[in-house]
């Protein structure tokens, strides 16, 4: 290699350490669900939240959309390795509690440092592929190259019954953050029409600092783009409480995003195909 390759890789190199160093908090995950599992580009957050916090591990919280068959607290909490009377009291419910479809529940977790990730780990027993886990079981609460990262398993439906670990996304926060009284971050996964300032504002955080902590720009024009099936990071002072949760509307709203999510597992499958026969 020339002297001057060398030179150009130094320089690049060095421009990627200082950005990261002054861009101290997390990208924006921002990546379609239709590039999602074969993408491993680390300049997202789409493999993780970067282990950059002031600790190595924190409490944090999750949302969860209930879903059949995940829809009472000692369900959810199984599925989340959660535990059951403290998920019922976070949501201001008792724990024989059965919520309805698509009402938001708080998931507590314990956040901590695995390699360069933050992550919370959850176990599953799979048997309808990574890209099902991640995207129709989670949400979007994990991704694909983490998961199969962590397990040696493949993308494809193997129906095979086994435990495998999920990594669940969470950040502790910054020193910036807990210098400025922030003391959790809460992971929230995006649906269509979802809005900085309207999760900011349900979650009473500052519209300004959630633009901060997930790296995205201040402009009104046009306003930053989030995608279903992302998540973003909203930073607390407070832990959250069950009355800022949204419960579905009572129409019949709810089979159509279960739908939704469908079409978009499919269409990501088929691209993921089309990737890899491309490759063969
Ligand atoms: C962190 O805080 C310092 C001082 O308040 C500020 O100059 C800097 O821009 C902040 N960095 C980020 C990434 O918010
Ligand atoms: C991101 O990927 C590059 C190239 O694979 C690697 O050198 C770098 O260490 C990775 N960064 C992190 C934070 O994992
Ligand atoms: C999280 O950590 C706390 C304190 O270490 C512990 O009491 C709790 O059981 C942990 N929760 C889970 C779900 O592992
Ligand atoms: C989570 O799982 C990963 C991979 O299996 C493991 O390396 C890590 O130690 C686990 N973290 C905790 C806190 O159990």
């Known amino acids: 290699m020339g002297i001057l390759q060398s030179l150009i890789i130094v320089c690049i190199l060095s421009l990627i350490s200082s950005s990261s160093d002054t861009l101290a908090q997390q990208p924006y995950e921002g990546v379609a669900i239709n590039n999602a599992c074969a993408n491993t580009d680390n300049s997202t957050s789409i493999l ?100 199969q990262n962590q397990n040696s398993i493949s993308i494809f439906p193997t129906n095979d019954d086994q435990t495998i670990t999920v990594p669940l996304r969470c950040a502790c926060p910054t020193k910036n953050q807990s210098d400025s009284g922030i003391k959790y971050l809460l992971t929230f996964p995006i649906q269509q029409g979802d809005s900085i300032s309207s999760v900011s504002a349900q979650f009473g955080a500052k519209t300004m600092e959630t633009l901060a902590a997930n790296e995205l720009p201040n402009t009104n024009n046009p306003t930053p783009t989030l995608l279903p099936l992302t998540t973003l990071l909203v930073p607390l002072r407070n832990p959250p409480t069950g009355s800022q949760l949204i419960s579905p509307p009572t129409s019949s709203s709810s089979p159509s995003s279960q739908c939704k999510i469908w079409v978009y597992v499919v269409i990501a499958a088929a691209s993921f195909i089309s990737f890899n026969s491309m490759r063969m």
């Open 48 to 147: 993780g939240y970067s282990c950059n916090g002031v600790n190595p591990t924190c409490q944090s919280y999750l949302i969860f959309r209930s879903q059949t068959p995940y829809y009472t607290v000692s369900s959810i909490a199984a599925l989340f390795g959660s535990d059951p009377s403290q998920l019922a009291q976070i949501n201001s419910v008792s724990q024989t509690w059965s919520f309805q479809t698509n009402q938001e529940v708080i998931i507590p977790v314990n956040c901590s440092c695995s390699g360069p990730y933050y992550q919370a780990n959850t176990s599953f027993n799979e048997q309808f592929g990574v890209f099902n886990v991640a995207y129709n079981t989670y949400q979007g609460l994990s991704t694909c190259q983490p998961i």
